[in-house]
C-alpha cells in the first residue's frame, strides 16, 4: 500500500482524493461501522468559507437556482479571511496556515467539484429575503454542499469509488508502527477483535479529535466540559492524537478550547443524532436575546453576525447555573427563525402569551425575566432601522449591550427555545508545516507522517469564523495527500 489515510470524513476522503490522482494505492480506514461513516463532517450543514469576487465569481461551480437573478454576494476577499481568522482567534492563529487556507480554499473547491462533488449557495442559512423580494447574502459565507454534510460525505464516498481507493469500517486504528524514525504504518482491532499490522509508505491522520472523550474534555478544557453534549460522531476520542503524541509529535493549536454552540437542550437523543444531525443548533439568537435560569442576558447576541459568534457561545452557556439558556422570542421575530432548526420535529420550546406566563413555563422567576425583557425594550433606539442582512447597528443599551438586530420583545406569544452547550470538534492538534507533514517535539519532521482536518492544530483558538473548519479540512487534506 502507498497511502494510508486514518479517518473518513471530508478532510481524510479530500486526501484520499489527492493522493489517488497522483496514482497512488490508497487504503482509507474508518472507526465507525459503515451505517455511522463520515465522521463530524456527516453532521454539518456543509457550509465552506472561501474568498471569492462575488456571485459571477461562484456560478462556474455553484448549482443553478432561479434567485440568482435577484441575488447579491458581496465579495469576500483573501484578506477579508484572513482578517476574519485573526479577529476571532485573538490572533492566535497560525499565519502560515492562515495564508494557505485564504487562497487555497476557492481553488479546492472546484477542484472536489471537477471530482463530483455539488454545491450550491445557501440561501437558508445566510440570507434573508428583503421586502422586494431580493436576496443580500452576509457573514462571509455563503457557498455550501449540497445535501449538507450527508450530501457531502455521500459524494466523497462515490468519488473515492471512482478513483479505486479502498475503505474499509469498523476500523479500530490505535497505534503507528515506525522503522529507523520513519512511521511505516498502523496497527488496527478490527471488528471482531483482532489486531492487525498495515504498512504503507505514508500515514495521513485524519481522525478528528477528542471532543466525545469525556476524560480528555475535563483535562484540557477545564470541568464540566464532559457534561457538553457530543454534537457528532461519538468516534472521535482522541486514540491517534494521543498515539501520535506518545511518538514524539509536538502540539500546536488551543489544546484548552473548542467548537462550541448552541444545542436543543432536551430533546430526546441530542447526541450524536443521526436523523436530525445539525438541525438540533439553534442558530438565529441574534434576532433575540438569551437569558439563564436567572432571567438574565449573559452575552451580547448581536455583537456580530451569527457566524463570528455562534462557535463560541456554547462555553458561555455551560458556564451558567444548570448549563441552560433560553433563546426568547417573540411573535413578530418568530417567523424569521431558521425553519430547519426551529420547528424541528420535537424541539424544546414553551410558548405563552405573556412574559410572566413564559417565565413559569422554563421554571424562572417571572419578574426577573420580565424586568430583563422590559429594561431591554426600553434601551433601544427604534429610531436605527432594524435590518438583519447588514451589522444594523441598532442597539440595546442595557447590560450587557447588544450592539445590533435589538427589537423590543412586546408581542404575543412569546418563545423560548432551551439550549445548552453543544461540542463540535476541538482546537488543539499536532504540529505540521503548511502541507501537513507532522513535526516532532525536536522541530524536525517525522517522515511517513502527515495530518489534516480537526487532528491540524494551529488554525483556531477560542472561536472560529463558521464553514473554516470545513475548508480547511479540504485545503489541507487535498496537500497532505498531494506530498504523502
Known sequence: ??????????????????????????????????????????????????AHNGLADLTDFIEPDDRHAVTEVPPYTPADYARDMEKVTDGRNDPGLTEVLVHEAAPTLRWLHSLGLKYRLMYERQAYEREDGTYLFW??????????????????????GKMGTEVRYGQDVFGLLTEGGAVTGVQVRQPDGTVRELRAESVILAAG?????????????????????VRGTPFNTG?????ALDLGAAKAGDWGSCHSTQWDAFTPGNESNR???????????????????????????????RNYTYAKFGKNILEQPGSIAYQIFDATLRPMLRSEEYEMPGVSVETADRVEDLAER??????????????????IDLAIPFDPNVKDGRMATTTPVKSNWATPLTTGPFYAYAVT??????????????????????GELIPGLYVCGEMLGGLFAGNYPGGSGLAAGVVFGRRAGSVA
Not at 457573514?139 to 473515492?160: K, P, S, T, Y
Not at 486514540?239 to 498515539?243: D, T, W
Open 209 to 229: 479529535g477528542f471532543e466525545a472523550n469525556r476524560e480528555l474534555c475535563r483535562t484540557h478544557l477545564g470541568p464540566g466540559w464532559e457534561n457538553a453534549k
Open 1 to 50: 500500500m502507498d497511502v494510508i489515510v486514518v479517518g473518513g470524513g471530508n478532510a481524510g476522503f479530500t486526501a484520499a482524493h489527492a493522493a489517488a490522482t497522483r496514482g497512488r494505492k490508497v487504503l482509507l480506514l474508518e472507526k465507525a461501522p459503515r451505517e455511522l461513516f463520515g465522521g463530524n463532517s456527516y453532521y454539518t450543514a456543509g457550509a465552506t468559507r472561501i
Open 362 to 379: 422554563i421554571g424562572l422567576d417571572p419578574e426577573a425575566l420580565a424586568k430583563t425583557v422590559n429594561d431591554y425594550n426600553n434601551s
Open 239 to 243: 486514540q491517534m492524537l494521543m498515539a
Open 139 to 160: 457573514g462571509g459565507l455563503h457557498v455550501g454542499n449540497v445535501g449538507g454534510g450527508e450530501g457531502l460525505i455521500h459524494d466523497h464516498l462515490e468519488v473515492a
Open 421 to 442: 452547550c453543544g461540542i463540535t470538534f476541538t482546537f488543539g492538534g499536532l504540529k505540521s508545516d503548511t502541507h501537513g507533514r507532522v513535526m516532532a517535539n525536536s
Open 275 to 305: 436523523e436530525l444531525t445539525n438541525r438540533l443548533t439553534r442558530q438565529s439568537y441574534p434576532l433575540g436575546i438569551i437569558v439563564n435560569n436567572d432571567g438574565q442576558r449573559f452575552v451580547d447576541e448581536g455583537e456580530d453576525f
